[in-house]
Each structure stands twice: as structure tokens, then as C-alpha cells.
């Protein structure tokens, strides 16, 4: 099987990029940092883009991470996704309009379990608050790929 | 349509898309601090402050849709996704800086006490938590001064960088979806 790889310095762009947020969101914990994490310069970084609520949210060494339960399944999950496009790009076959429609079913569970919550329906748990923003991260990387990634025919 | 040679500036775009989270995360952050200020300091680490971020998380990411999506309807053209992730970081480069502008101009100028009164708020909420005295020291060590212009342009350039990365993805995703041919 071969792989075209295309767009490279972009990849690179992308995968430092995703690698950067995703260590950044671990918050202090990940260098053995235990001071109160809502005072680390990890935490203000996200301050405008997550709630940071500690009830909803994992720590590490005891240190709160620096975005909740389900911004951590984005960003890891995205970055995931992105070290592994290779693989994707070697396995996919589904048009874009496929993994279109997976970024916006997982954005719409996503609100659906926001608002259940909300609303006393049910009362999810940071489990699956995680899984649930993992699938979001991972529908972008996919999303992503036939960008970076593309299974050549043998005619190519 | 493929239109390489006479392509259209981005700055628009870009604009357009900055302004509008620009807005956003001003109204947020000076939001927030009014809320802090408007509620007890009980040693809670999230604070009514949040809940406003309950509602709005992640849309300071929005930024590159946005640019990207006018850009390629307005001029009703493709590009490729290096270009979505370009207007898309410039977009929250410029919305960030236009927050800070506007953050500067608000907390040193229409209302100068504000840095003040958040800061011994914080230190209030501090206290509230009965932390020993050696560890309390080393929090407010951690506190910056309200006063400091260093402190304003640090939060400024790590928000920068990171709202930057952010909604060059989102310009990424917005070029796939609004301006790539189907596959």
C-alpha cells in the first residue's frame, strides 16, 4: 500500500500545534507543580476558551487540570487523532460529507448531553464528558485527513 | 473555480472575524470580574464567573468559521486549508489584540479600580480557604500585581498564542467546509 503525504510543513504546524494545547490543558500537575492550579499560568490560558470547573474536571499530582473533562478528551483526543492520520489516510474510504456529518453529530451529542445535564435529565459524569469531547477531537483530525494523507490507487 | 491568480485579500475576512471575538472575549473577561466582585469570596475555586463560561465555552474559537466562511462566500472561491489555518490564526492573533486594547482602555481609564478591587477579591477568596501561612505566602506570590503592565502583556501573549492555535484549527476546519471542492 502507498500513502501520498502531502501539505507537510502544515502537518507539522498541526501536530506541534495540537501536541502544545494538549500539554498546556494538563495543566501543572503534569510537571509536579502542586500549587493551586487556578493560578498557573496554564490555567489563564484557557481561562477565555473553558470553564474550568473543578467539580468537572481531572487532576494530576493533585493539581487540577487546566481545562475541564471534556476540553482534555478534545485536545488529547485531537492530538491523537493527529499522529495518527497516517493510519486513517491508509484505511479510509467515506467521502467528506461522511466525516462532515460525524464532526457535527458528535457536536450535536455533545449539546444534547450539555443540556440534559443542565436540565435534570440525566447527570453525566466527567467519564463521559471526556468520551464524549474525545469523539468531537477525533472527528476534526478525521475531518483533517485527506488533507495531509491520501491512499494512492497503483495507477498513481 | 479555481482562481489562484486574482485572489481577493483576506484582511476583511479576518476582520470581520476578529472584531466579533474580540467582542466576545472583552464581554467575557471584564464580565467575569464584575460578576466576581458582585458575589462573596468563600473560598471556592470556581466562582459565579465561571458559570458565564459555562455557557460560552469554546467561543473564542469560533473566530476562524467565521473569517473563513465569509471569505470564501463573499468572494465565492476555494483555497486550500494552509489558508484557512493562516486567516484563522490571524483572526484570533487580532481578536485578542483588540481585547486587550479594549480590556486596557476599560481598566485604565473608564474604570481604573477594577484591577484593584479583583485582586483583593482574590486575596479575600484566599483567605477564605484557612490555608496555612507558608502556603498562602506562595500564593499570593503567585497573585500578579494589579498595577503591573507586565502582568497585563504576559496574559495577553500566552492568550495570544493559545486562542491563536485554536482558531487557526477552526479556520482549517471552516476551509475544508466552506471552501474545498467535494471530494
Not at chain 2, 482562481?3 to 476583511?12: D, F, I, M, R, V
Not at chain 2, 477579591?121 to 500564593?139: C, V
Request: aromatic share 12%.
Amino acid at each position: 500500500m502507498v500513502i501520498e503525504f502531502k501539505n507537510r510543513p502544515l502537518y507539522i504546524l498541526l501536530f506541534i500545534g495540537s501536541l502544545l494545547l494538549f500539554i498546556i490543558a494538563l495543566g501543572p500537575g503534569l510537571f509536579g507543580d502542586i500549587s493551586i492550579s487556578y493560578i498557573s499560568w496554564q490555567f489563564k490560558v484557557f481561562h477565555l476558551l473553558c470553564h474550568q470547573d473543578s467539580a468537572r474536571s481531572f487532576f494530576i499530582n493533585g493539581s487540577q487540570m487546566a481545562t475541564c473533562a471534556r476540553c482534555i478528551g478534545i485536545y488529547g483526543a485531537l492530538f491523537i487523532g493527529v499522529i495518527s492520520m497516517p493510519f486513517w489516510g491508509l484505511i479510509k474510504t467515506l467521502k467528506f460529507r461522511y466525516y462532515f456529518r460525524f464532526l457535527i453529530g458528535t457536536i450535536i451529542l455533545n449539546l444534547i448531553d450539555v443540556f440534559g445535564n443542565l436540565f435534570e435529565i440525566w447527570t453525566n459524569t466527567n467519564v463521559s464528558r471526556l468520551l464524549l469531547g474525545s469523539m468531537f477531537g477525533l472527528s476534526v483530525a478525521l475531518l483533517l485527513t485527506s488533507e495531509f494523507f491520501k491512499k494512492l490507487n497503483k495507477e498513481d | 473555480m479555481e482562481n489562484e491568480e486574482l485572489k481577493p485579500s483576506y484582511w476583511t475576512s479576518v476582520f470581520i472575524g476578529a472584531i466579533i471575538i474580540g467582542v466576545i472575549i472583552t464581554v467575557l473577561s471584564i464580565g467575569s470580574q464584575y460578576m466576581t466582585l458582585n458575589s462573596e469570596p468563600t473560598g471556592a475555586q470556581f466562582t459565579l464567573a465561571q458559570v458565564l463560561g459555562l455557557v460560552v465555552c469554546l467561543v473564542a474559537a469560533i473566530g476562524g468559521i467565521i473569517s473563513t466562511r465569509h471569505y470564501a462566500k463573499e468572494n465565492d472561491l476555494t483555497f486550500p486549508i494552509g489558508t484557512g489555518a493562516l486567516v484563522g490564526f490571524l483572526t484570533g492573533v487580532i481578536g485578542v489584540v483588540i481585547s486587550g486594547v479594549v480590556s486596557l482602555i476599560w481598566t485604565k481609564i473608564i474604570d481604573p479600580g477594577l484591577n484593584e478591587a479583583v485582586y483583593e477579591w482574590q486575596i479575600r477568596n484566599l483567605e477564605a480557604q484557612n490555608l496555612p501561612d507558608a502556603q498562602m505566602e506562595m500564593m499570593m506570590s503567585f497573585l500578579p500585581d494589579p498595577t503591573s503592565m507586565s502582568a497585563f502583556f504576559m496574559a495577553t501573549g500566552v492568550s495570544l498564542i493559545v486562542i491563536g492555535i485554536v482558531n487557526a484549527l477552526t479556520g482549517m476546519i471552516g476551509a475544508k467546509i466552506f471552501a474545498s471542492e467535494e471530494e
